[in-house]
Nanobody
Framework: QVQLVESGGGWVQAGGSLRLSCAAS????????MGWYRQAPGKQRELVAS???????NYADSVKGRFAISRDNAKNTVYLQMNSLKPEDTAVYYC?????????WGQGTQVTVSS
């Protein structure tokens, strides 16, 4: 079992920045990759960014050049630095951890970007 606790969401004006954090606990050694999804009202959940244990990263086209995902292995924490935020980035952001045959989810954190 893996437990994920997110923090760092909030309200920001367009063009601003926020940093999300996701602290993992439990069976840390089973994690193959971690990432962030988001879900806006009335839309499907979409992958925003991911990072593997080998530090390979992947980003949605809509956030490339603006968001950066990183890991702090000593703290078992993954971060999502979000810059140049746009109103369309408004969503609930969920941290996820992939293990073999499964993935775990955090409770979600709201990000609201006003124009």
């Amino acid at each position: 079992q893996v437990q994920l606790v997110e923090s760092g969401g909030g309200w920001v004006q367009a063009g601003g920045s926020l940093r999300l954090s996701c602290a993992a606990s439990g069976s840390i050694s089973s994690i193959k990759a971690m990432g962030w999804y988001r879900q806006a009202p009335g839309k499907q959940r979409e992958l925003v960014a991911s990072v593997t244990t080998g530090d390979s990263t992947n980003y949605a086209d809509s956030v490339k050049g603006r968001f950066a995902i990183s890991r702090d292995n000593a703290k078992n924490t993954v971060y999502l630095q979000m810059n140049s935020l746009k109103p369309e980035d408004t969503a609930v952001y969920y941290c996820t951890a992939w293990v073999v045959f499964n993935n775990y989810w955090g409770q979600g954190t709201q990000v609201t970007v006003s124009s």
